[in-house]
């Protein structure tokens, strides 16, 4: 069984910081992409950033600039570091990662979330 556990969120001050982390752990044999997901209340999940096996990056456009994706592989984890935070960017987070249990198949898993809230 795998396990995401994400861990890092808050509150903070508009303009403030906040690096969320997300460790996978359970029987893997690989992990390829990683991701970061966000959902306010009321509105539509959405896509903050995505880091593949090889490093290769993605961000929405909302955050472009403001935020960073990372990974260490050697701890089966994955980083997301928000700078420059903005009232719009309150919302619940949750990590994903593409992993491989078994040969034949690769499934993507689930963080519970972690809540980011950004208010003075």
């Known amino acids: 069984q795998v396990q995401l556990v994400e861990s890092g969120g808050g509150l903070v001050q508009p303009g403030g910081s906040l690096r969320l982390s997300c460790a996978a752990s359970?029987?893997?044999?690989?992990?390829?992409?990683m991701g970061w997901y966000r959902q306010a209340p009321g509105k539509q999940r959405e896509l903050v950033a995505t880091i593949s096996s090889g490093g290769t990056t993605n961000y929405a456009n909302s955050v472009k600039g403001r935020f960073t994706i990372s990974r260490d592989n050697a701890k089966n984890t994955t980083y997301l570091q928000m700078n420059s935070l903005k009232p719009e960017d309150t919302a619940v987070y949750s990590c994903?990662?593409?992993?491989?249990?078994?040969?034949?198949?690769?499934?993507?898993?689930w963080g519970q979330g972690t809540q980011v809230t950004v208010s003075s």
């Open positions: 994903n990662a593409d992993i491989r249990v078994q040969l034949p198949i690769i499934q993507r898993y």
């Open positions: 359970g029987s893997i044999f690989s992990i390829y992409t």
